[in-house]
Every structure is written in structure tokens, then in C-alpha cells.
């Protein structure tokens, strides 16, 4: 791998490179010429990256692949004294880097897994369209009087942030410093560590004491039915049950903001797929996961080599940590012909083979709920609003490759065509 990309492979990772504002030509680049390559991250010693279909669907699959991140040895550190508050909130991170049902293998994953699927199956997705659709409709009648809103900040961010409140049981005068929190949580910047860590620890907080009041008073919520896991079937420890739902909050709204600003920033770019959505409303869904499979708003996932294995045609010691180049995997001409366009007419259903939610036992438990929520927002706007435009040109995306998505969306909504 030429040393120019490697070097920019490194910046990308740490923020502050002009590549994270369009980083796919660098990816094309970097599929074509390396299917495999070793590059430095977060130190010195390189690890292994995997850029093509193929080799990363596979390797999502594979058993020999660790979820283990620890094992891989990637674990910051934070130099200096530290008073006793950020000494308990890097505690409370690494708790979470260690104990959620996404850094788990079995059985371990199986058994916290099991208990949290429950309130995910199709059937009570299903059940939350009328809340969804409520809140939709509420923050647009907010947002659409004015001109030029960005519509990151007034529907994009509060809408997944309101749904899985919701779902847990967080009253409603509590969103806003939920959100406010869990915004901080998820980075790849070695820097935002312990910014990082301090949002993780009020989470904490919070949910310590919602569970405490679940105890004395349960409520038709998925918390209840967590803290009745914890209790009556001894499935739970208390700090599991707390990280399970920091992963739940953070998983289940951040992406979706993401995907949902970035899926309007596409589709400006192809304004005949917007058109094509308002006579044909039943291409929604595939719209949303080619807009999806365009703008992942996680650009890598990881695992840690148990073993020695072998990817696209290299050896992997066991202990790597390979990083799978979902972005350019879900580009890739391999699989997806005119791989940069929305296409929502891909034959043999090649839209919904995109790796945005992983793959194999880590499939996100979320995707329903996050394409539910993503096919409500976009029916209700192409129908709603006909004289819908995106002002910004070009879009200014987050210098985080961790959570790609736009900084901001200035839009103007125009008038209502349809009564809600």
C-alpha cells in the first residue's frame, strides 16, 4: 500500500482530513488497488483493512472474528491526573466497551441479545407506526412555516431521539438533555475520549435511577421488561442492564438522524428519484435502502482475529484488529452496477444487500425500527410537500468518519399539498 494513503488512511480516522468531506473516490481507489492492506490507526502498529464486498459480507459472518474488541488490544489512554469523577466515567465507558451485546461474543452476546430482541420483533415494530408517524407529523408542523430551517437540528436529530425514549420510558421533559447526551457519546477521536466518557456517565446516572423507579412502579416499557429480566429471571446484572440501554439510546437515534439527513442530500443530487417518490409511494422502502447503502452512516465496523485466518487471499494474525470498509464495500461495482447512484429498481432485490447493519449474529437488532422510521419521514415529505428543496450546495458533512452524516440541512419545505 502506497505510504501517501496509508498516511491518509490514519488522518481520515483521526478527523481534520478534507477526504471525510467525500471520501469515496479515496475508497474506490483504495478497493481497486487493495483488497486487503495493513495501515496504523490509533498508534504504530498497523492494523488489517478489508475494503471489498465480498471479503467484508464474509468476514461479517465470520465465527473466527471476534467482537471481543479488547482483544485486539485498542484501548486509548488518557494521560494525565484525573479527578475522581472522570476516573468513574472512564469506568462507566469501559463498561460499556466491554459489556454491550455489540462487543460480545457468544454466549455471552446470545444470552443479553435474547433478552433485549424481544422488543424489536416486526410484530411491535409494526405497533409503533402510529407513534412515529405522530411525531413526525408534530416536529414538521414545527419546522415547515419557516424558510431555510436546517432540518438536521428540527426533525432529523429529535425524531429517532423521541422514538427510542419513548421505548424505553423516558418521560417526555427529559428528552432534550437525553439527546444532549447521548449526542457525545459515540466517537473515533482518540481527543473526545473523556468527553466521551463524561456523557457516558450521565446516561448512567440517569438510567440507574429510572431502573430504581421501575422497581418500585412498572410501566408498559421496555425498561420494565428489562429490569424484570434482571430481576425475576437472573439474566441481568445490573451494570449489563444499565449498557444495554446506553447502546439501545445511542444505536437506535444517532444513526437514524444521520441517515435521514444524508438521505435528503442524495436524493437532491438525483431530483427525478424525488418525483418518481411522489407518483409512486411504494418505492419508499427501497429508496431508503439505497440511500442507506450510499451514505452508511457507520463507514467501518470492526472485529478482532481469534485465530490465524485468511481474507481476500492474505493472512490475518491472530490478534489484528481488522477494520471492514463497509462504505466502499457497499460501492463496490462487484456487486451494485452504477454503484454511486440511488437505484431503487435493482434486480434480484440487490439494494437490500447492503452491509449498513452488519451481518450474521450482530445484524443490527434496530434495522426495523430505523427503516420504519426512515419510510415514514420520506413518504410523509415527498407527499406532503412538493415544493420541497435542500438549499445547501454543497452539503457540509461531520468531521467524524465514526457517524457520517451532514453537519447541517438548510431546507425550505414550501407549501403543504396534502392534508395531514
Not at 430481576?231 to 446484572?237: I, V
Not at 452508511?296 to 493472512?315: C, K, L, M
Not at 468531521?399 to 407549501?415: E, I
Request: net charge negative; glycine share 6%; proline share 6%.
Amino acid at each position: 500500500m502506497d505510504t501517501a494513503i496509508a498516511d491518509t488512511v490514519a488522518q481520515i480516522f483521526r478527523g481534520g482530513s478534507a477526504v471525510v468531506q467525500n471520501p469515496y473516490p479515496l475508497f474506490a481507489q483504495v478497493r481497486e488497488k487493495a483488497p486487503l492492506f495493513r495501515a496504523p490507526v490509533f498508534g504504530p502498529i498497523p492494523d488489517v483493512h478489508v475494503t471489498r464486498y465480498a471479503d467484508a459480507y464474509a468476514a461479517l459472518r465470520d465465527p473466527h472474528l471476534s467482537s471481543e474488541r479488547r482483544l485486539g488490544g485498542i484501548s486509548p489512554q488518557i494521560e494525565g491526573d484525573l479527578s475522581a469523577d472522570d476516573e468513574a466515567a472512564l469506568a462507566a465507558s469501559e463498561r460499556v466497551n466491554t459489556m454491550s451485546m455489540l462487543t460480545k461474543d457468544p454466549p455471552d452476546h446470545t444470552r443479553l441479545r435474547k433478552l433485549v430482541a424481544k422488543a424489536f420483533t416486526p410484530r411491535v415494530v409494526e405497533q409503533q407506526r402510529p407513534m412515529i408517524q405522530a411525531i413526525v407529523d408534530d416536529l414538521l408542523a414545527q419546522a415547515s412555516p419557516q424558510d431555510g430551517v436546517d432540518f438536521i437540528r428540527a426533525v432529523a436529530a429529535p425524531l429517532p431521539a423521541q422514538v427510542i425514549a419513548a421505548l424505553l420510558g423516558v418521560p417526555q421533559q427529559d428528552w432534550a438533555k437525553f439527546k444532549q447526551w447521548s449526542d457525545g457519546v459515540i466517537s473515533f477521536d482518540r481527543d473526545a475520549i473523556l468527553r466521551s466518557a463524561r456523557s457516558t456517565a450521565q446516561l448512567d446516572a440517569y438510567f440507574r435511577g429510572m431502573i430504581a423507579a421501575r422497581r418500585e412502579e412498572p410501566r408498559e416499557d421496555m425498561l420494565s421488561a428489562l429490569v424484570y429480566a434482571r430481576d425475576e429471571q437472573g439474566a441481568l446484572t445490573e451494570d449489563e442492564m444499565v449498557v444495554q440501554c446506553i447502546v439501545l439510546l445511542t444505536g437506535g437515534h444517532e444513526t437514524t438522524t444521520q441517515v435521514l439527513g444524508s438521505a435528503l442530500a442524495t436524493l437532491a443530487k438525483q431530483p427525478e428519484v424525488w418525483h418518481e417518490l411522489r407518483e409512486r409511494p411504494e418505492l419508499v422502502p427501497g429508496v431508503v435502502d439505497e440511500c442507506l447503502r450510499l451514505e452508511s452512516p457507520f463507514q467501518f465496523n470492526n472485529r478482532v482475529a481469534r485465530e490465524d485466518i485468511e481474507i481476500a487471499g492474505h493472512t490475518v494474525r491472530k490478534g489484528e484488529f481488522v477494520w471492514l470498509w463497509v462504505a466502499a464495500a457497499n460501492r463496490d461495482p462487484r456487486q451494485f452496477n452504477l454503484p454511486d447512484l440511488i437505484d431503487p429498481h435493482r434486480i434480484d432485490g440487490k439494494h437490500l444487500s447492503h452491509l449498513v447493519f452488519g451481518g450474521g449474529i450482530h445484524y443490527c437488532l434496530g434495522a426495523a425500527l430505523a427503516q420504519l422510521e426512515l419510510r415514514i419521514a420520506l413518504t410523509t415529505l415527498t407527499q406532503r410537500y412538493s415544493d420541497f428543496q435542500v438549499l445547501d450546495a454543497p452539503v457540509l458533512w461531520r468531521n467524524n468518519v465514526a457517524l457520517r452524516g451532514p453537519m447541517a440541512l438548510h431546507v425550505n419545505f414550501g407549501h403543504e399539498t396534502r392534508v395531514r
